[in-house]
């Protein structure tokens, strides 16, 4: 009885990071970003086409200006996302935003299920803002 119990608990975990790591991809579009109390707000649509919840997902961003320069960086918390659902998520950072001129998702520094390499990789970027790049 107790194999089957372990048995049970070790599908219940290994199904899903399965389920993550099939060709399903996360959609994340940079859609606008504006002004907002001195600030930059940035404003992402996300997208989990998965069958799979994003429980977690923080995403490390770097803002460059229009001439290369690192402006800014922050950790996104861009979870939970249920599956097949798609959010929008809004950040504020200390910012000029007409000086903004790409966003580099550096590195994913945390992702459930699965593993911040596998969830980078199924990342889909694309973005709205004229000028802005959003790349990895």
Same mark, same amino acid.
């Given at each position: /009885? ?22 399903? %991809? ?44 690192? /402006? ?5 918390? /861009? ?7 798609? /959010? *929008?998520?809004?950040?504020? *950072? ?35 803002? %004229? ?6």
């Amino acid at each position: /009885m107790n194999g089957i119990l372990r048995a049970v608990v070790v599908l219940h975990v290994l199904v899903p990071l399965y389920a993550f790591a099939s060709d399903d %991809k996360v959609l994340l579009e940079l859609n606008t970003i504006e002004p907002s109390e001195n600030r930059c707000r940035l404003n992402f649509v996300i997208e989990n086409r998965s069958e799979v919840a994003l429980d977690t997902l923080k995403l490390d961003l770097v803002l460059f200006s229009k001439d290369g320069a690192i /402006m800014r960086r922050l950790i996104a918390d /861009m979870a939970p996302v249920r599956p097949m659902k798609t /959010m *929008v998520r809004a950040f504020l *950072v200390d910012a000029e935003c007409h000086q903004v001129g790409a966003i580099l998702v550096n590195d994913v520094t945390a992702c459930m299920p699965g593993n911040a390499n596998a969830c980078l990789d199924q990342l889909d970027l694309s973005t709205r803002v %004229k000028d802005v790049r959003l790349y990895k």
